[in-house]
Every structure is written in structure tokens, then in C-alpha cells.
């Protein structure tokens, strides 16, 4: 004990220390989750901005309020629901409108409330189960998740089901005049509801049906802004006295930071739950995050991608989700989401090149070279010349070699820029370009530079500088703008503005483009025999060391986009910093960041990018700074897959005689659409849920007419004319930006002829193939079970009836074997006996074989050492089993019961044939091969004269080896028997049909 009270709190101490250090010195907010808020429309027009309230149905449409009209947004088009509904609606003026997790829209008004059915297409009515609250004027509507609730008239308490309403409490009303809060006063979590009114403040148990309330301290009801559930309370926000905790007791202030929460009586931020936390976003782009519960502390600070602006905004209302906030405000409509991957970013500027000296950071841009140490915010180095710093090259772990826009090369020692002795002959001057964009060494103390003007090598030790001349004495490279340089096995490779090169043995080779047009290439690497272009126009370009193009990646293969600026390899991927995001390439397969996944810009800068081997972390330059991220968090999948399901809105029909219908029903969502005989124009409207989060891209394929995919196009529409009569499929293929996981669905449009017949024969055909496929997968299944069901049958039957047969047979023998019976009696009886016992070992076999429950490798396993226990050790055999099965898989029928004759014959042969001795017995299993060796190695015995017979057991072996496809060897020499059986399993479609089918038969 003494031992204890001495060491621990020295312990804790350690350990505390060791965290410390360890989270200043890794990077700030390297593993801090990122949200971003993006504009999903900015009012209903130019002209009318506020929305009151909004919200979404189950298919990621939204529903909202703007100027008294209730309208809906699919994605791409925004219209009333007067339009939507064709008919008079039972209301003039709207005032909230929410979407419950089962496609009603509930739709306040100052008439009262109104219920949309998205699914009957129409509005409820009292005998649809939820009567109650119709044409209530004080309702009071909140979704949490897959839960609605409703407040009626501020004292009723209910839960909204799928098709039925259920009261949980009645609320004990003030009669105090005290003014109504102005924002958000009912919240709850997945145990408690809270409600605040008229001095007020409900609260409800969702598990054990308690209510109770507490009065607000005087003034605090007065503008009361926000309520947010809490574990063991609810965190109140006031508009003028900030933020308090009601812990179920009493109310106390939160003193959440001195700055910039020192005046709360403005909307400089906003507040979010989010599951376990409460987030505070700032304008400045930070996010501070706090427990969920009474204890209110401090866990974490981050970055946010919000613009600065949305600040300024009012909301309205909000309504939460588990992955998405949707914020309705006075200008548009807004959400906010956690994005898919936290990139860390420093915010300063366009950068170019970038290196590290001991924990500092270098890098370039335009103007001053910047520093950043992690921790600490970049900031401009005064003490350095003002520069573009193009590239380094490290020489030393504190010095580098930088490429400058206009003095040409400096030298980067411990943080200090020191210009670079330059020594030129005279004629050489008129080629010269101060402009150095990239630069490699070549020997110990020579470097080759790349320009705006061609290829120059210089001299480190004499700072002798002149371009580099082919075997003619010629500036091959005159007139070039160099972008990248690499030696490969002794062979220069450069891209500049006009192509791919390749100088060898004083001669430049052109590999890319080779039809003698010109095309900038901004970055390229190789890697395992193939070089890998950053071109600008025709995206990835894989070509072998000959110049032979293997591959090709464009947009249309998921590149972000066909300009490449840079690229950078970790491991067996290649980062590509694009003109719009960051694309991924590995194993043939593209993924794609975008701004809405956490990037804070899109479009990457040339010769921006640098590997901190010692943080593993990956930088990559753009028009908005660097972004900084570990590649491992980045390449792993944080999200659950997205299920995107292309979605019909809307249909428009132009008929021969100049009329015009538009039809927004539910039975536009339904997948076969029947068009009029006059129809000329068809139009399809599709939906675009969260494309504002560029999760997806949509596709669109009209069969027999078009024979592939074709992008959607922005109005997201498909226009179709002069249809003949006839049968058409409309496939719409939506495609994940990140993983390109594909959702089809197809709508099959009848036209009908005319003159002729309905399509009820096709539809009447299609239902007959519908069923007969389900009887006839119904009828196999059945044979399928009844087969088993027989085989178990057949098992139980051999050994309850033959078996108990053989048994008294075996019994009755041994007791006149015993009995006192003629010499020559004895013989027969005991013929009898081992002929029984034998018949009764068969059955047993076959029972074993027959039942499918054995169809595993253990069930094989206990089989073949019972055999050897059976046979080889009372005949006085020594066996040595040595058996590795990887993974207890099963077998088919047919190949278990003939590795298991094999097995079973091979010792029979040793116990005819050898004297005892010791029996090897190996068996190996993996996922996909089986092999079995049965070993003898002493001399066999003679077979006595007089009892030979014709042995087929060697003939069955191969017969039987053969019938499961396996190979069979065996070896009968003078001092050893050796059999040898390996199986593989088919790849064979056929062959796998047909070894099931012997399987079954047998």
C-alpha cells in the first residue's frame, strides 16, 4: 500500500506530461472533425429570400415556407404546392410546414392545421386516424430522428405513429401574460422533451411518463431564444441574458469563454447539438465543442467551412438529423453537415512550394516566404526577400536549394534565404530566364534547373551557369516552359508546356502527345515501368517507358477534373491535386474530393505539393493555402455507404392537339407509365436530393433509342419526341462521386398504338414470367428440402431398423460361438459375427455419409480417426495423425463420402497386406484445396497361399479420385505404401454444376 500512495500520483503525473507533449507536438487539429455549410437555394427568388421554415420528407425533398406559400424544392426545381396539387388548397396563408418520418406534410396556417399526404396525394381528413388535429390553430410540431411529436393547444402531449396518434401527457398551463419565445422553444433527446411556454418550462419522460415543470426565473422567459436538450437538463439560451442550465433543480449560468461570448445579444454564432456534443460556431472559423450534460465542459476546438457571411443570417428554425442540420434564415435556405473527411488547412494565400527545416515549415507563394510551426498560426517571414518560391531541393537537414521566380536559385540555410553565385558567358545571356520553376541534382555538385526557357545545368561549387546542349551543340529545350524533372536509370525525363519528353545519349524524344500536337504536362512520376502524366486537357495519362499509352483517366472515369496540376504517390496511391478537388488513384479505381467533403478549395496549384515523412503527412498547395491530412485517415472509409435512388417528379405531356397536362402525383413515383395514343411530347422530370453536397452524378439511358449512358442534363429533365407506339425503358443510373457505386432504376413507358389493343396482353405476360419463375425457384427449393429430408430419413431408418437387424444377428452369433458347439460350427458362427459387424460398420458409414449434417471438415476430421481407431489399432498398428485444417468449411456429398472411401480402402489395404507397424496419416485443408496421404513404410506380408483373391481396391481408389476431379497417386514398392490424393474445388461453372448435381443424385 505504501508501495501505491507513493507511485501513483507520480504515475499520473508521467502520463499526463507524456499527453501533453504529445498533443503539442502533433499537428494542430489533425484529427478534429470538419462541418461545412453550404446555400441548398437562396430564396424562393431574387426578389423573396426569407424562408420561415423548412423541411425534408423521406425522399430528400424539401418542403418549406416562403411568403405564406408552401412550396417544394426537389433539387433542381422550386414550386408551389397549389401548382403541385391542382386543385384549390383549403388554405390561404401558411405559417410552418413539417415532413414526419412517413411522407405527411403538417401544415400550419392561420386557419388552422392541414395534413399533406405524399403518398395518396391529397390532404387528410377526420377519418384517416388523425382528426384530432385538424384545423387546430395552436399546434406545436417537432421531429427528432424516426419520432414526431405534437403539441396541441401548448397543453396536450403527443406521439405521431404511421397510422394512429397516442396522448402522453397534459401540460399544466400558465395563465401569466408573458411574451412567446422567438425561436426554438420545444427540444428533446431520445429520454426527455422540453418545452417551454409562458414562463414555463414542460418536461416530459419519454420512458417512464413522468411530467413535471419549473417556473422561469423572472426575465428569463423574455426573449427566450433556444432550448436545447441536454443529458440531465436542458441548455437554455436567452437573447439577452445568454446562455443557463436547468440540471432539474435550478437554473445556472454557463460561462462559455470570455471572447467572443462576452455579448450574446447578437447572432455573431450559432449553436448545434451533435449526438454527444454541443457545438459553438464562430465567424472566425473556429468551432468549439462542449458535453452534452450538466457538467458543460470543454472537449474539443476545430475548424469549420462555413462562409462568413451566413453569420449574418437569421434562422428561423432548424431540423435535426443525424448527419444534417437544415437551417431555414430570413436569406435562403441552409445545411449543415459534417463532411466526409476532417481536412486540416492553412489558410494563406495561393502557395507554390513547400519545405521543412527541424519543426518549421517553409513555404512559397507570391510575395513574402511564409513559416508555420504546428500549433501556431502561419505567418509571413519579414527577415526574407519578397519571391515566388517555386521548389526546393534539400541538400541537407538545414539547408535547401529554392527555384525563384526572378533571381533564378537561392540557397535556404537554417531558415535564411542566401542568393545563389550566378557566372554566365556572354553568349549565353540572351537565352537566360531569371523564371526557375524546378530543379534536381544530376551529379555530387551539379544541378539541372528547369525554366522559363529551357533546360540550364549549373555548377554548385563555381555557380557556373549555361543551358544544356544536345550532341549538335543546340538549346534543344529553347523556347520551353519547364513544369517537372526526374532522372530514371541514368535517362532524363521532363514535361513543359509543349509535352512529355524523354533525353537520352545527347538526343530529346517527344513521348507525349506523339501526333505532333502540343499539350502542357504539369507533373509526372514513374513508378514499377509505367510513367503517369499530369496533363492539362486529357487528365491521367499512363504510358509504359516506351512511350505506349496504357491508360487513360478523364472525368468520365471519376477524375475530378481532365486539368492536373500535381501529384504525389503514398504507397500504392497516387494524390492528384485537379483543377476541381483532389481525386485518388489506386488499382484502376478513381475516388473524388470536393469542397462539400472538407476541402476549403478546389483548384490546386503546380509544384504545391510535399511528403513530412516523420508526421506522415501529406501537403498539397491551391489558391486558398495548403491542406494537410495522414493518407491512411483519408484512404479509410468513414461514412456508410450512400443509398442514392434516382427519383421521378414530375411528368409533362404534349398532345397532338395543342393541349397541355403536368402530373406531380404519387403515381409518377410508380415504375410504368401509360402515355395516350395523341401524345408528341414527353418530359420527365427527376429529382436531385443533396446535390448540393455533390454526393452523386446522374446518368440517363432511353432503350431501344440510345444504346448507352449519357450524363443528365442541369435542368435534370429528359425530353422525348415524336415517340412511335411501343415500349421504352428509361434507365437512370445514379453514380457516387467517391466510391462510384451505382443505383439504377428503370420506368417503363407504354405508348399506346392505336387502332389496336391495350398493353394488358404484355402486362399479363410479364406477370405469368413473374410467376412461373417464383414456382419454379418455389418447386426447386421444395425438392431441395424434400431431398434433405429423405436423406434423414434414410439415415434414421438404416440404423433404427437394419441396424438393430444386424445388431441381434452380431449378438446371437457371439452367444453360439460361446455356447458349447461342434469344432466345425465354430468357423461358421464366426463368419457370421464378422460379417454382421462388418454389414454394421457399412451402415454406419453410409448413415454418416447420407446425413447432411457431417457436410463439414471437423465432422470428417472425428470420422477418419474413428476409422483408424477401429481398424489399424487393434490389429496392433502404431498411427501418427497430423491434420491442419484452415477453417472448418464444408463439403458436397459426392466429395466427402469419396475422400472418405479412399481414406477407408487405403487402410483396409494395410491391414490385409502389411504387419504392424506405424500408419502416417496427413491431411491438409485450406479454402480451396484438400490433400490426403496415407503412409505404410515396412515390408508387407505375404498373402497365404489359398486365400488370394482379385483386389480392386486400388481400381476404386482412382475411379473414385477421378469422379471428384482430384489426382491420385499411390506408390507399392518393397519397403514402403504410400496413397496420395489432391483435390481442388472447380472454377469451372459447369464443372461446379456438375459435381452438385452427382451430389445430389447420390
Same mark, same amino acid.
Given at each position: 500500500?505504501?508501495?501505491?500512495?507513493?507511485?501513483?500520483?507520480?504515475?499520473?503525473?508521467?502520463?499526463?506530461?507524456?499527453?501533453?507533449?504529445?498533443?503539442?507536438?502533433?499537428?494542430?487539429?489533425?484529427?478534429?472533425?470538419? =462541418?461545412?455549410?453550404?446555400?441548398?437555394?437562396?430564396?424562393?427568388?431574387?426578389?423573396?429570400?426569407?424562408?420561415?421554415?423548412?423541411?425534408?420528407?423521406?425522399?430528400?425533398?424539401?418542403?418549406?415556407?416562403?411568403?405564406?406559400?408552401?412550396?417544394?424544392?426537389?433539387?433542381?426545381?422550386?414550386?408551389?404546392?397549389?401548382?403541385?396539387?391542382?386543385?384549390?388548397?383549403?388554405? %390561404?396563408?401558411?405559417?410552418?410546414?413539417?415532413?414526419?418520418?412517413?411522407?405527411?406534410?403538417?401544415?400550419?396556417?392561420?386557419?388552422?392545421?392541414?395534413?399533406?399526404?405524399?403518398?395518396?396525394?391529397?390532404?387528410?381528413?377526420?377519418?384517416?386516424?388523425?382528426?384530432?388535429?385538424?384545423?387546430?390553430?395552436?399546434?406545436?410540431?417537432?421531429?427528432?430522428?424516426?419520432?414526431?411529436?405534437?403539441?396541441?393547444?401548448?397543453?396536450?402531449?403527443?406521439?405521431?405513429?404511421?397510422?394512429?396518434?397516442?396522448?402522453?401527457?397534459?401540460?399544466?398551463?400558465?395563465?401569466?401574460?408573458?411574451?412567446?419565445?422567438?425561436?426554438?422553444?420545444?427540444?428533446?433527446?431520445?429520454?426527455?422533451?422540453?418545452?417551454?411556454?409562458?414562463?414555463?418550462?414542460?418536461? =416530459?419522460?419519454?420512458?417512464?411518463?413522468?411530467?413535471?415543470?419549473?417556473?422561469?426565473?423572472?426575465?428569463?422567459?423574455?426573449?427566450?431564444?433556444?432550448?436545447? %436538450?441536454?443529458?440531465?437538463?436542458?441548455?437554455?439560451?436567452?437573447?439577452?441574458?445568454?446562455?443557463?442550465?436547468?440540471?432539474?433543480?435550478?437554473?445556472?449560468?454557463?460561462?462559455?469563454?470570455?471572447?467572443?461570448?462576452?455579448?450574446?445579444?447578437?447572432?455573431?454564432?450559432?449553436?448545434?447539438?451533435?449526438?454527444?456534443?454541443?457545438?459553438?460556431?464562430?465567424?472566425?472559423?473556429?468551432?468549439?465543442?462542449?458535453?452534452?450534460?450538466?457538467?458543460?465542459?470543454?472537449?474539443?476546438?476545430?475548424?469549420?467551412?462555413?462562409?462568413?457571411?451566413?453569420?449574418?443570417?437569421?434562422?428561423?428554425?432548424?431540423?435535426?438529423?443525424?448527419?444534417?442540420?437544415?437551417?431555414?434564415?430570413?436569406?435562403?435556405?441552409?445545411?449543415?453537415?459534417?463532411?466526409?473527411?476532417?481536412?486540416?488547412?492553412?489558410?494563406?494565400?495561393?502557395?507554390?512550394?513547400?519545405?521543412?527545416?527541424?519543426?518549421?515549415?517553409?513555404?512559397?507563394?507570391?510575395?513574402?516566404?511564409?513559416?508555420?510551426?504546428?500549433?501556431?498560426?502561419?505567418?509571413?517571414?519579414?527577415?526574407?526577400?519578397?519571391?515566388?518560391?517555386?521548389?526546393?531541393?534539400?541538400?541537407?537537414?538545414?539547408?535547401?536549394?529554392?527555384?525563384?521566380?526572378?533571381?533564378?536559385?537561392?540557397?535556404?540555410?537554417?531558415?535564411?534565404?542566401?542568393?545563389?553565385?550566378?557566372?554566365?558567358?556572354?553568349?549565353?545571356?540572351?537565352?537566360?530566364?531569371?523564371?526557375?520553376?524546378?530543379?534536381?541534382?544530376?551529379?555530387?555538385?551539379?544541378?539541372?534547373?528547369?525554366?522559363?526557357?529551357?533546360?540550364?545545368?549549373?555548377?554548385?561549387?563555381?555557380?557556373?551557369?549555361?543551358?544544356?546542349?544536345?550532341?549538335?551543340?543546340?538549346?534543344?529545350?529553347?523556347?520551353?516552359?519547364? =513544369?517537372?524533372?526526374?532522372?530514371?536509370?541514368?535517362?532524363?525525363?521532363?514535361?513543359?508546356?509543349?509535352?512529355?519528353?524523354?533525353?537520352?545519349?545527347?538526343?530529346?524524344?517527344?513521348?507525349?502527345?506523339?501526333?505532333?500536337?502540343?499539350?502542357?504536362?504539369?507533373?509526372?512520376?514513374?513508378?514499377?515501368?509505367?510513367?503517369? #502524366?499530369?496533363?492539362?486537357?486529357?487528365?491521367?495519362?499512363?504510358?509504359?517507358?516506351?512511350?505506349?499509352?496504357?491508360?487513360?483517366?478523364?472525368?468520365?472515369?471519376?477524375?475530378?477534373?481532365?486539368?492536373?496540376?500535381?501529384?504525389?504517390?503514398?504507397?500504392?496511391?497516387?494524390?492528384?491535386?485537379?483543377?476541381?478537388?483532389?481525386?485518388?488513384?489506386?488499382?484502376?479505381?478513381?475516388?473524388?474530393?470536393?469542397?462539400?467533403?472538407?476541402?476549403?478549395?478546389?483548384?490546386?496549384?503546380? %509544384?504545391?505539393?510535399?511528403?513530412?515523412?516523420?508526421?506522415?503527412?501529406?501537403?498539397?498547395?491551391?489558391?486558398?493555402?495548403?491542406?494537410?491530412?495522414?493518407?491512411?485517415?483519408?484512404?479509410?472509409?468513414?461514412?456508410?455507404?450512400?443509398?442514392?435512388?434516382?427519383?421521378?417528379?414530375?411528368?409533362?405531356?404534349?398532345?397532338?392537339?395543342?393541349?397541355?397536362?403536368?402530373?406531380?402525383?404519387? =403515381?409518377?413515383?410508380?415504375?410504368?407509365?401509360? #402515355?395516350?395514343?395523341?401524345?408528341?411530347?414527353?418530359?420527365?422530370?427527376?429529382?436531385?436530393?443533396?446535390?448540393?453536397?455533390?454526393?452523386?452524378?446522374?446518368?440517363?439511358?432511353?432503350?431501344?433509342?440510345?444504346?448507352?449512358?449519357?450524363?443528365?442534363?442541369?435542368?435534370?429533365?429528359?425530353?422525348?419526341?415524336?415517340?412511335?407506339?411501343?415500349?421504352?425503358?428509361?434507365?437512370?443510373?445514379?453514380?457516387?462521386?467517391?466510391?462510384?457505386?451505382?443505383?439504377?432504376?428503370?420506368?417503363?413507358?407504354?405508348?399506346?398504338?392505336?387502332?389496336?389493343?391495350?398493353?394488358?396482353?404484355?402486362?399479363?405476360?410479364?406477370?405469368?414470367?413473374?410467376?412461373?419463375?417464383?414456382?419454379?425457384?418455389?418447386?426447386?427449393?421444395?425438392?431441395?428440402?424434400?431431398?434433405?429430408?429423405?436423406?434423414?430419413?434414410?439415415?434414421?431408418?438404416?440404423?433404427?431398423?437394419?441396424?438393430?437387424?444386424?445388431?441381434?444377428?452380431?449378438?446371437?452369433?457371439?452367444?453360439?460361438?460361446?455356447?458349447?458347439?461342434?469344432?466345425?460350427?465354430?468357423?461358421?458362427?464366426?463368419?457370421?459375427?464378422?460379417?454382421?459387424?462388418?454389414?454394421?460398420?457399412?451402415?454406419?458409414?453410409?448413415?454418416?455419409?447420407?446425413?447432411?449434417?457431417?457436410?463439414?471438415?471437423?465432422?470428417?476430421?472425428?470420422?477418419?480417426?474413428?476409422?483408424?481407431?477401429?481398424?489399424?489399432?487393434?490389429?496392433?498398428?502404431?498411427?501418427?495423425?497430423?491434420?491442419?485444417?484452415?477453417?472448418?468449411?464444408?463439403?458436397?456429398?459426392?466429395?466427402?463420402?469419396?475422400?472418405?472411401?479412399?481414406?477407408?480402402?487405403?487402410?483396409?489395404?494395410?491391414?490385409?497386406?502389411?504387419?504392424?507397424?506405424?500408419?502416417?496419416?496427413?491431411?491438409?485443408?485450406?479454402?480451396?484445396?484438400?490433400?490426403?496421404?496415407?503412409?505404410?513404410?515396412?515390408?508387407?506380408?505375404?498373402?497365404?497361399?489359398?486365400?488370394?483373391?482379385?483386389?480392386?481396391?486400388?481400381?476404386?481408389?482412382?475411379?473414385?479420385?477421378?469422379?471428384?476431379?482430384?489426382?491420385?497417386?499411390?506408390?507399392?514398392?518393397?519397403?514402403?505404401?504410400?496413397?496420395?490424393?489432391?483435390?481442388?474445388?472447380?472454377?469451372?461453372?459447369?464443372?461446379?454444376?456438375?459435381?452438385?448435381?452427382?451430389?445430389?443424385?447420390?
Amino acid at each position: 500500500m505504501k508501495f501505491k500512495k507513493r507511485f501513483y500520483p507520480r504515475f499520473r503525473l508521467t502520463i499526463s506530461v507524456l499527453c501533453l507533449l504529445l498533443l503539442h507536438c502533433w499537428p494542430a487539429g489533425l484529427y478534429a472533425q470538419s =462541418y461545412k455549410c453550404v446555400e441548398v437555394l437562396h430564396g424562393v427568388d431574387k426578389f423573396h429570400a426569407m424562408i420561415s421554415s423548412a423541411s425534408k420528407d423521406p425522399l430528400g425533398i424539401f418542403w418549406m415556407v416562403s411568403g405564406g406559400k408552401v412550396y417544394r424544392y426537389d433539387g433542381v426545381r422550386l414550386l408551389p404546392l397549389s401548382k403541385l396539387y391542382g386543385k384549390e388548397l383549403p388554405f %390561404a396563408e401558411a405559417i410552418h410546414a413539417k415532413a414526419d418520418p412517413w411522407g405527411r406534410i403538417w401544415i400550419e396556417t392561420i386557419a388552422g392545421m392541414h395534413i399533406f399526404d405524399t403518398h395518396s396525394w391529397s390532404f387528410l381528413t377526420d377519418v384517416d386516424g388523425l382528426g384530432v388535429f385538424l384545423n387546430k390553430r395552436q399546434i406545436t410540431v417537432y421531429r427528432n430522428a424516426q419520432r414526431f411529436f405534437v403539441i396541441v393547444d401548448h397543453t396536450q402531449l403527443w406521439e405521431v405513429m404511421p397510422k394512429k396518434a397516442k396522448k402522453l401527457a397534459d401540460f399544466i398551463p400558465s395563465n401569466i401574460n408573458f411574451s412567446e419565445p422567438v425561436n426554438q422553444l420545444i427540444s428533446l433527446d431520445d429520454q426527455h422533451i422540453w418545452y417551454a411556454h409562458k414562463g414555463r418550462l414542460h418536461h =416530459y419522460e419519454l420512458n417512464t411518463g413522468r411530467y413535471n415543470f419549473q417556473n422561469f426565473p423572472e426575465g428569463m422567459h423574455k426573449r427566450l431564444d433556444d432550448l436545447i %436538450a441536454i443529458k440531465g437538463g436542458v441548455l437554455i439560451r436567452n437573447y439577452k441574458l445568454g446562455y443557463y442550465i436547468y440540471n432539474g433543480s435550478t437554473f445556472k449560468p454557463v460561462k462559455i469563454s470570455e471572447k467572443p461570448f462576452d455579448h450574446v445579444v447578437n447572432w455573431s454564432h450559432w449553436v448545434l447539438p451533435d449526438q454527444d456534443k454541443v457545438l459553438f460556431f464562430l465567424p472566425n472559423g473556429k468551432y468549439r465543442a462542449f458535453s452534452r450534460d450538466t457538467d458543460f465542459h470543454f472537449l474539443s476546438q476545430g475548424n469549420h467551412l462555413f462562409g462568413t457571411e451566413f453569420f449574418s443570417r437569421r434562422v428561423n428554425s432548424r431540423q435535426p438529423g443525424d448527419k444534417e442540420w437544415l437551417l431555414a434564415t430570413e436569406k435562403g435556405l441552409l445545411s449543415v453537415f459534417k463532411t466526409f473527411k476532417p481536412f486540416n488547412h492553412l489558410d494563406v494565400g495561393s502557395v507554390r512550394g513547400m519545405q521543412k527545416q527541424g519543426d518549421t515549415y517553409y513555404f512559397g507563394g507570391y510575395g513574402l516566404l511564409r513559416t508555420w510551426k504546428p500549433g501556431e498560426e502561419p505567418k509571413e517571414d519579414l527577415s526574407n526577400r519578397s519571391d515566388n518560391y517555386y521548389d526546393f531541393l534539400s541538400i541537407h537537414p538545414d539547408t535547401s536549394i529554392v527555384a525563384l521566380e526572378s533571381d533564378f536559385l537561392a540557397y535556404l540555410i537554417k531558415g535564411k534565404i542566401k542568393s545563389a553565385p550566378i557566372h554566365m558567358q556572354a553568349r549565353y545571356k540572351s537565352w537566360y530566364s531569371g523564371l526557375a520553376f524546378c530543379v534536381i541534382p544530376t551529379k555530387e555538385r551539379e544541378l539541372l534547373v528547369g525554366t522559363y526557357n529551357g533546360l540550364w545545368s549549373y555548377e554548385r561549387d563555381n555557380g557556373e551557369l549555361k543551358p544544356l546542349l544536345n550532341q549538335q551543340g543546340e538549346f534543344f529545350t529553347k523556347g520551353m516552359r519547364m =513544369y517537372q524533372l526526374a532522372m530514371h536509370r541514368g535517362v532524363l525525363y521532363y514535361a513543359c508546356d509543349r509535352g512529355f519528353y524523354r533525353y537520352t545519349r545527347g538526343r530529346s524524344e517527344k513521348l507525349f502527345p506523339q501526333d505532333h500536337k502540343d499539350m502542357q504536362v504539369y507533373d509526372f512520376s514513374i513508378k514499377d515501368n509505367s510513367i503517369y #502524366l499530369a496533363t492539362k486537357g486529357s487528365g491521367l495519362v499512363i504510358q509504359d517507358l516506351k512511350g505506349q499509352i496504357q491508360q487513360l483517366y478523364t472525368e468520365e472515369e471519376g477524375l475530378g477534373s481532365n486539368i492536373i496540376y500535381q501529384m504525389k504517390w503514398y504507397k500504392d496511391h497516387l494524390f492528384l491535386g485537379t483543377y476541381k478537388g483532389l481525386s485518388v488513384y489506386s488499382n484502376h479505381k478513381m475516388q473524388h474530393f470536393f469542397h462539400t467533403d472538407g476541402l476549403p478549395f478546389e483548384e490546386f496549384n503546380h %509544384a504545391a505539393s510535399y511528403w513530412d515523412e516523420t508526421q506522415q503527412l501529406l501537403f498539397m498547395g491551391g489558391v486558398n493555402g495548403y491542406v494537410y491530412f495522414d493518407p491512411n485517415s483519408l484512404l479509410e472509409k468513414t461514412e456508410a455507404s450512400q443509398t442514392v435512388q434516382p427519383l421521378l417528379t414530375g411528368i409533362h405531356l404534349g398532345q397532338k392537339a395543342n393541349t397541355h397536362s403536368d402530373g406531380y402525383g404519387q =403515381y409518377q413515383l410508380k415504375d410504368t407509365i401509360s #402515355l395516350p395514343s395523341d401524345v408528341a411530347v414527353l418530359t420527365m422530370d427527376f429529382a436531385k436530393p443533396n446535390q448540393y453536397r455533390q454526393l452523386y452524378q446522374l446518368y440517363f439511358k432511353v432503350s431501344p433509342l440510345m444504346e448507352e449512358f449519357q450524363e443528365m442534363p442541369e435542368l435534370s429533365q429528359i425530353n422525348l419526341t415524336g415517340l412511335p407506339a411501343g415500349e421504352y425503358t428509361v434507365e437512370v443510373k445514379a453514380m457516387l462521386t467517391h466510391s462510384k457505386e451505382e443505383f439504377t432504376r428503370q420506368w417503363v413507358i407504354y405508348k399506346k398504338p392505336e387502332f389496336i389493343e391495350t398493353p394488358m396482353f404484355y402486362l399479363l405476360l410479364l406477370c405469368f414470367i413473374g410467376t412461373t419463375v417464383l414456382l419454379v425457384l418455389f418447386e426447386n427449393g421444395r425438392r431441395v428440402k424434400n431431398d434433405r429430408a429423405l436423406r434423414r430419413k434414410i439415415s434414421a431408418d438404416l440404423h433404427d431398423e437394419v441396424g438393430g437387424l444386424l445388431t441381434g444377428i452380431s449378438m446371437q452369433s457371439d452367444l453360439v460361438r460361446h455356447s458349447s458347439l461342434a469344432p466345425r460350427q465354430e468357423h461358421a458362427v464366426e463368419t457370421i459375427a464378422s460379417y454382421s459387424r462388418e454389414a454394421i460398420q457399412v451402415m454406419d458409414d453410409i448413415i454418416w455419409t447420407v446425413d447432411p449434417g457431417n457436410s463439414n471438415l471437423t465432422s470428417l476430421e472425428h470420422r477418419m480417426r474413428y476409422l483408424a481407431s477401429q481398424l489399424l489399432i487393434p490389429a496392433g498398428f502404431q498411427v501418427q495423425f497430423d491434420i491442419r485444417i484452415k477453417s472448418p468449411g464444408t463439403l458436397s456429398t459426392l466429395v466427402r463420402q469419396n475422400l472418405y472411401l479412399i481414406y477407408k480402402e487405403a487402410l483396409h489395404n494395410i491391414c490385409k497386406h502389411a504387419a504392424p507397424s506405424t500408419v502416417y496419416i496427413r491431411f491438409r485443408s485450406t479454402d480451396s484445396a484438400i490433400c490426403l496421404v496415407v503412409k505404410n513404410e515396412v515390408p508387407q506380408q505375404q498373402e497365404q497361399e489359398g486365400i488370394k483373391r482379385r483386389s480392386y481396391g486400388l481400381k476404386n481408389m482412382q475411379l473414385r479420385a477421378k469422379q471428384i476431379g482430384a489426382t491420385f497417386q499411390y506408390s507399392n514398392q518393397a519397403s514402403v505404401f504410400e496413397v496420395e490424393v489432391r483435390w481442388v474445388a472447380a472454377k469451372s461453372f459447369w464443372r461446379r454444376l456438375q459435381l452438385g448435381k452427382l451430389s445430389m443424385d447420390s
